[in-house]
């Protein structure tokens, strides 16, 4: 019942703090650096994307083992636990970035 709650709470606040795919995880950021060393090229926007895609993938994957040993009848909690610590994180990461860089948003 807890897990329920907590899942529910979780896809609450995802879902309120979306944006269209393309502005996902630290897009106000991205773009404040790009304006900042414009000499930086295409560097920037390939760091950002390859951390994107990095976190996407490890998501996935977590998810993956979260399903198969719920599937089995295993401690799936315990799987989910930090994949879901990561993405709080990260997620609080974007939101404390936006305050100091002053991004307002889309």
């Excluded at 995880?25 to 560097?43: H, K, L, V």
């Excluded at 994957?61 to 930090?82: C, F, G, H, P, Y």
């Amino acid at each position: 019942m807890r897990a329920t709650y907590i899942f529910i709470g979780t896809f609450l606040v995802i879902n309120s703090l979306s944006k269209p795919a393309q502005a996902q995880f630290f897009q106000n950021a991205e773009t404040w650096m790009t304006a900042q060393f414009t000499g930086a090229g295409e560097a920037i926007p390939l760091v950002f994307n390859v951390l994107r895609g990095l976190f996407l993938l490890y998501l996935g994957i977590s998810l993956v083992k979260v399903i198969q040993a719920a599937r089995q009848d295993e401690d799936w909690q315990n799987l989910a636990r930090t994949p879901m610590i990561i993405l709080i994180a990260i997620t609080m990461g974007d939101i404390l970035a936006n305050l100091i860089i002053g991004g307002g948003g889309a």
